[in-house]
């Protein structure tokens, strides 16, 4: 199993361009999550999806769209991207069974430049 | 005030030795508590699980007091490959995860 998968790994946007960080998982997981990582500021979660279909806002959600069609794939949109947005990008996975909170699972993460 | 708050460090610790910090949480209501490593320019993985009896893995010990609202987390016999950022999560109803800024650790030869 490839676990959470990212694509790209690296990105340079001007400001004002567009794009979509695709994020796969093939442990078949209902929640997925997009987070931000910037110095000093631990993981801030911009959105997150509790299932194939539906999407919520998290802490940061400004400046982002995301879409859930298939249950394996979460997508990150910046339709005008901003030089703030640079940071790096993680998604996570997790399982919803049982009452205790399951791990997340970690993509290996897209660093974001806006110039 | 930050939710989650964690002294960034960076602890430097001599290899074999034993380093302990911190991690405070602001919401008393907080139901479950982990730690994550995250090596320099890599996602995060799970450590350890952060039980209200606390517990024990290998070299790795957390601790939960409720009452002062943190947790804390103790490397003994510390080794090179320990080096990394250590993240502590609190969760709250409705799986609200919240991530602490992270401390660093380098062990040192």
């Known amino acids: 199993n490839a676990g959470v998968t990212q694509t790209p790994k690296f990105r340079v946007l001007k400001t004002g361009q567009s794009m979509t960080l695709l994020c796969a998982q093939d442990m078949n997981h209902e929640y997925m999550y997009w987070y931000r990582q910037d110095p000093g500021m631990g993981l801030r979660l911009i959105h997150y999806s509790v299932g194939e279909g539906t999407t919520a806002k998290g802490e940061v959600p400004d400046g982002y769209n995301v879409s859930r069609l298939k249950k394996q794939n979460f997508l990150l949109g910046l339709e005008s991207a901003a030089p703030s947005q640079t940071s790096v990008y993680f998604c996570?996975?997790?399982?919803?069974?049982?009452?205790?909170?399951?791990?997340?699972?970690f993509g290996p993460g897209t660093r974001l430049t806006v110039l | 005030r930050k939710e989650v708050e964690q002294d960034p460090g960076p602890f430097n610790v001599p290899e074999g030795a034993t380093v302990a910090f911190n991690c405070t949480y602001s919401n008393s209501a907080s139901q479950s508590f982990f730690w994550y490593r995250q090596d320099c320019r890599k996602e995060p993985k799970l450590l350890m699980s952060?039980?209200?009896s606390g517990n024990e893995d290998g070299r790795f010990t957390a601790q939960l007091n409720r009452a002062s609202q943190y947790i804390s987390l103790l490397i003994r016999d510390s080794k090179l490959s320990d080096s990394a950022t250590y993240l502590c999560v609190v969760t709250e109803a409705g799986n609200k995860l919240t991530f602490g800024g992270g401390t660093r650790v380098l062990v040192k030869p």
């Open positions: 952060v039980y209200s």
């Open positions: 996570a996975s997790r399982e919803t069974s049982g009452a205790f909170y399951n791990e997340q699972f």
